[in-house]
Nanobody
Framework: QVQLVESGGGLVQAGGSLRLSCAASGRTFSSYVMGWFRQAPGKEREFVAAIRWSGGRTYYADSVKGRFTISRDNAKNTVYLQMNSLKPEDTAVYYC????????????????WGQGTQVTVSS
């Protein structure tokens, strides 16, 4: 049973930084793709970033490219999302997700989801 547990959310001022963590357990994740999604109030959940666990190739939504960095620590089975230059429009619940079906920006491309962590950026 795959479990994903996010942490690191909080309240930050515009221009600030946060690092989200996603601790993964229950599998050997070398064949997985890990993704971060977010859902703002009243909006649909949207793709933020993804990383191939093996090889570390990364993918980003245009809205966060150059500001956010996704990475993974193999020894800790943890995926990170470093968020810099945060904007009020980055306010959302951020979700970690996992799949063995290849890189996707679609919600239905992922099989496992965490419970989410709230990020609030004040102006």
């Amino acid at each position: 049973q795959v479990q994903l547990v996010e942490s690191g959310g909080g309240l930050v001022q515009a221009g600030g930084s946060l690092r989200l963590s996603c601790a993964a357990s229950g599998r050997t994740f070398s064949s997985y793709v890990m993704g971060w999604f977010r859902q703002a109030p009243g909006k649909e959940r949207e793709f933020v970033a993804a990383i191939r666990w093996s090889g570390g190739r990364t993918y980003y939504a245009d809205s966060v490219k150059g500001r956010f960095t996704i990475s993974r620590d193999n020894a800790k089975n943890t995926v990170y999302l470093q968020m810099n230059s945060l904007k009020p429009e980055d306010t959302a619940v951020y979700y970690c997700a996992a799949t063995t079906r290849g890189v996707s920006s679609a919600l239905n491309g992922y099989d496992y989801w965490g419970q989410g962590t709230q990020v609030t950026v004040s102006s």
